[in-house]
C-alpha cells in the first residue's frame, strides 16, 4: 500500500476538481485523513484504506472503490451514487443520510454499519454482509 503526504493528497485533489485529470489513488493508504467534503467523483480509489478517515459531505459519485476498505470511517451523508463497492469493508463505518443509489455492493461487509437515513434505491447488495448493521428509516426499492 503507497503512502502519500497530505500536501501531494491536496495537490491531486485540486488537480481532480479542476477537471484537468482524473486521480488514481488505488492501493493507497488514506486512513485517518480528514477529506472531509472532497470531490473525487470518478476517481480510482480500488483497495485504498479509508479506514478512520473523515469523508463526511464527500463526492464519490461513481468512483470506483471496490476492495476499499472503511473501517470505522466517517461517511455520513457523503453521496456515493453510481459508486463500485464491490467486496469493500465498511465495518463499523458511519453511513447515515449517504446516497448509495444505483451502487454496487456486491460482496460488500457492511457489519455493524451505521446505514440509519440511507437512499439505496437501485442499489445491488447481493452477497453483502449486514450483521448487525441499522437500516433505520432507509429506502429501499418497493
Known amino acids: 500500500m503507497k503512502k502519500i503526504s497530505d500536501d501531494e493528497l491536496q495537490e491531486l485533489l485540486a488537480i481532480h476538481k479542476s477537471g484537468k485529470q482524473v486521480i488514481d489513488l488505488s492501493y493507497t493508504d488514506l486512513s485517518e485523513r480528514d477529506l472531509s467534503g472532497a470531490y473525487l467523483e470518478q476517481a480510482n480509489l480500488e483497495n485504498a484504506s479509508f479506514a ?51 451502487a454496487t455492493l456486491v460482496d460488500a461487509d457492511l457489519t455493524e454499519a451505521d446505514l440509519k437515513w440511507m437512499d439505496f434505491r437501485e442499489a445491488d447488495l447481493s452477497g453483502s454482509i449486514i450483521n448487525g448493521a441499522n437500516f433505520f428509516l432507509s429506502a429501499f426499492d418497493a
Do not use: K, P, V
Open 52 to 102: 478512520m478517515a473523515d469523508l463526511r459531505d464527500a463526492d464519490l459519485r461513481i468512483t470506483n472503490l471496490s476492495g476499499a476498505d472503511f473501517t470505522y470511517a466517517n461517511l455520513t451523508t457523503a453521496n456515493l451514487a453510481g459508486a463500485n463497492l464491490t467486496g469493500a469493508c465498511l465495518r463499523e463505518t458511519l453511513l447515515s443520510r449517504a446516497q448509495l443509489q444505483e
